[in-house]
């Protein structure tokens, strides 16, 4: 969907590039939504046909611990049976949830419902300022939708906060509507329909009151973890009460010698795909390869994909900051412009790449930030030069390709500290 949001964007520049294109180009949201949904369910075929060719037993039923060597399991029919085991790992991830309010649940739905969708959203608030939030808004924006974004406080808490308020100016000025500080109090039905019409209220950090009136309502203020009714407490596995994720060490061992958790259902960690399939990889060749590496939960490469997209590893400038101390980091930076950007009259001065370095480690670079088309691609590459411990110097002396967007961390010299105008003038 996102991908179908940038196509929409190309089109808008295509003439630039000598395509003629009418003027009114229209997308089909259930067409979208099909072709969307016919690939989830080749990928979940796929990962049933592996599990068979590996000689893996897959039982589509509810389990739940008994003891610390045994579960129960029921299956659709309720048939029960229990299985016992050496070890278990627990991969149950998450769940989207909803706010504490009325008419939440009878009438919003979440990014899960959202992929599937089978009309069109119509006008559309999104709660929430996670990066799930900012994506939806700003596909849902990209192929036409009105979209609203209600946000309580910061955008992307835990991101760098300085690339977080550039997505937000770089959405807005592209019509991405904000209403922030703010949180929703109430959600009420004023007509039925596909989509249906809602009116949403909310209360300002003023105290004043905002109401309006839309077709859909996306939730994204977070996920819960799924570990209630799963037996836990009768192994006393060891959870945060404040979020029911289960603690483990850096081993992903629990409270329980012998019962391991990896993913979205740990306490502290990263909430990513490619984090639970290293985590569990890693866990495996430990249990019965004898390995011993552990999971880096640190220099994890990541992107969001919101319309202009951050790709970013290691630590953000402020965790930096609070780690090494403020007189122990510098910050080097620029804008540029794409080359894909030349021929339009996009922002020169939108794209922005940032590395945070330690001084008293021969400016060794603790974190990598990209803001671009492409950045999870131009991010994959530059995390291994952040997880090897790639100093500065080390940037500035890889030769860059051209003409790529990735070639300004070759060439960055200008830093944070002197002051100086990091702003796009000229080739």
Known sequence: MHKAAIIGED?????????????????????????????????????????????????????????????????????????????????????PKYPDIPGAKEYGITSDDLFSLKYHPGKCLVVGASYIALECAGFLHGIGVDCTVMVRSILLR???????????????????????????????????????????????????????????????????????????????????PSNGKIIVDKEERTSVSNVYAVGDVIDGKLELTPVAIQAGKLLAQRLYNNQTTLTDYVNVPTTVF??????????????????????????YHSFFQPLEYALTDRDSNKCYGKLVCVKSEEERVVGFHVLSPHAGEITQGFAIGVKLRAKKSDFANLIGIHPTSAEIFTTLNITKSSGESVAKTSC
């Not at 003439?15 to 067409?31: K, T, Y």
């Not at 739940?64 to 049976?81: E, L, M």
């Not at 919101?306 to 910050?331: C, M, N, R, W």
């Open 306 to 331: 919101t319309p202009l997209e951050y790709g970013f590893v290691g630590l953000s400038e402020e965790d930096a900051i609070k780690h090494y101390g403020s007189d122990d980091i510098e910050v």
């Open 158 to 240: 835990g991101f760098d906060q300085q690339l977080a308020e550039m997505i937000g100016e770089h959405m807005t000025e592209h019509g991405v509507k904000f209403i922030r500080p703010c949180v929703p109090t109430k959600v009420e039905k004023v007509s039925d329909g596909k989509p249906g019409l809602y009116k949403v209220s909310g209360k300002m950090d003023s105290g004043e009151i905002v109401e309006g009136e839309y077709n859909t309502i996306l939730f994204a203020v977070g996920r819960t973890a799924c570990t209630e009714n799963i037996g836990l407490e009768h192994i006393d596995v060891k959870i945060n």
């Open 11 to 95: 089109l808008k520049d295509a003439a630039a590039f000598g395509w003629q294109v009418p003027e009114q180009v229209l997308h089909d949201w259930s067409s979208m939504v099909d072709e969307v949904q016919k690939y989830v369910k080749s990928l979940n075929f796929g990962y049933r046909k592996v599990l068979r060719e590996r000689s893996v037993t897959y039982l589509n039923a509810y389990a739940q611990f008994v003891d610390a060597h045994t579960v129960k399991v029921t299956d659709k029919k309720n048939k029960i049976q229990h299985i016992t085991a050496r070890d278990f790992i627990i991969a149950v991830g998450g769940r």
